[in-house]
């Protein structure tokens, strides 16, 4: 099969994880803030809202395999496959262009959220309303728990995703879909289910730098913990799809 170039790969995921955050980062808002009217508690509205992004994100991002999530990424490398998507090889540089795709993706859909919810942004809300609609954070703050929890969600995402590789069926994009509704649905209470470094850190540098009124801080003491947590479930589910059961 012909090579992808680098740059289709960058594009593709860029493209993918923008589609991706958009609606993510728009469910959240959509339920969050004051005037909007989806407003109101609705967790499993916000897990399905998740895992219909990742259904939508995924299509966009088909040239380039549709990572769109880091630890996808090192779960693949760790995990001892050939290529990240048919024509692309594992390599370092290849791993950089699809960390940087991922993350470039990631803060441009937080800013197409805020752009669509922009004057909802700047009606009075509830501290730290504006942060959760684009970062996750721990319902009770527990570095060494809140990280165990990120670990053992992206464990099951990326490992249920590798397995997938050795099933006939031809459904990836809705079983992702459904089993990131799972994982919020099952996992996500604790800290609000990062499970990717960029899905977190792109919509905080994006709340970080946005003019949003009365935003607050980005709370970046908690920032390391949803992007190491999934880069460590990566590793070991990736480590673990050798392991013969």
Known sequence: MENIGLWTVFGSEVTGTAILILLGVGVV???????SYGNGPNWLLICFGWGLAVFAGVYAAASSGAHLNPAVTVGLWVSGADEY??????????T???FAGELTGAFLGAVLAWAAYRKH??????PGAALGTFATGPAIASTVDNLVTEVIGTFVLIYIILRFGDTPSEIGPLAVALLVVA?????????GYAINPARDLGPRIAHAVLPIRGKGDSNWRYAWVPVAGPLAGAVLAGAFSHVSL
């Open 121 to 126: 942004y700047d009606e009075p809300h509830q």
């Open 29 to 35: 808002a959509n339920i969050s803030l004051n005037k």
């Open 85 to 94: 998507a048919p024509g692309v090889a594992i390599t370092l540089g290849s």
């Open 183 to 191: 994982i919020g649905a099952s996992l996500g209470g604790p800290t």
């Open 96 to 98: 950089l262009v699809y």
